[in-house]
């Protein structure tokens, strides 16, 4: 006998590092620094709730009308903008999965760049753009249209910049769609909509709301963008985290509190469903592999 290991047929090779291997095999010192990392983010999150929960701010959140109404706009705008990102995202995300074409890499950083850019420029471009005085400005008030200071700016605001989450998400799973099972449902007869509805699409799933829940995250928690399209009016754009904002610079540190973990628990709730369809997907493929 050789020393070479012999692959068996129909098996994966393994590898020695893996997902679910003990925490053993690493040095302390890598530990020690790892749980400090995780200390300095948790401690600005915990001291947070611990004031809003532990001081009653939370509790009495409901109870305050400004909190109310900006909770209601908040998942009312989101809402639409998700609607609006879907809606024009998932076509942009299939082609530039699918084709490669003369600017495409030019599309695609046009796609990611809301994600770096500061809020306040990306609020700015938008009225420079659609702004009375903008590039669309003149065009939009010749027909009674006038977006900024308007609800419908905040809804333009939170797609700017939540809708490159979604489009980054559902191109990384169309991408990593198995194109021999698109090919066998052709060879079936199912035209190119059914592929792309039967067989595409669901397999993308998880993907598709991972960037889902991620864009709705960005849309909830947008602040610079928003405040400098659309405002801070009480009742038309004043989102939650405006009020955070409002309130704190106002001297009422309990309402900014409780304003900011009723944020803070929804920003996480939304990051452990998209680890749960993370991990799904990932138990998934190793029960059909």
Wanted: one cysteine or more; hydrophobic letters at 55%; a positive charge.
């Amino acid at each position: 006998m050789t020393g070479r290991a012999v692959a068996r047929p129909g098996r994966r090779p393994t590898t020695r590092t893996q997902a679910g291997s003990s925490l053993r095999s690493i040095p302390p010192v890598v530990i020690v620094v790892a749980a400090i990392a995780v200390a300095l983010l948790a401690l600005p999150v915990v001291a947070l709730l611990v004031k809003a929960i532990g001081g009653g701010a939370l509790a009495g959140a409901l109870s305050d009308p400004a909190i109310v109404a900006a909770l209601r706009l908040s998942l009312i705008t989101t809402g639409v903008s998700l609607v609006i990102t879907v809606v024009l995202g998932t076509p942009l995300a299939f082609v530039l999965a699918r084709r490669r074409f003369p600017g495409s890499p030019l599309v695609e950083a046009i796609v990611d760049l809301p994600i770096v850019l500061p809020p306040s420029v990306a609020g700015l471009a938008l009225l420079l753009a659609v702004g009375r005085r903008g590039l669309l400005g003149d065009p939009l008030h010749a027909v009674g249209i006038e977006l900024p200071f308007t609800t419908i700016a905040v809804i333009l605001a939170q797609t700017f910049v939540s809708a490159p989450f979604f489009i980054r998400g559902a191109r990384s799973g169309f991408v990593g769609v198995d194109s021999d099972m698109e090919d066998a449902a052709r060879c079936d007869g199912a035209d190119e909509w059914a592929v792309v509805r039967r067989i595409t699409v669901p397999l993308a799933g998880a993907a598709l709301a991972s960037g889902l829940v991620l864009s709705w995250a960005r849309a909830m928690g947008e602040f610079g963008a928003t405040i400098m399209f659309a405002g801070n009016v009480e009742g038309r754009t004043q989102t939650l985290p405006l009020v955070v904002y409002g309130q704190f610079q106002g001297g009422d540190l309990d309402g900014s509190v409780a304003a900011a973990a009723i944020l803070v628990l929804a920003a996480f709730g939304v990051l452990i469903a998209v680890r749960a369809l993370h991990w799904g997907r990932v138990l998934d493929v190793r029960a059909v592999s």
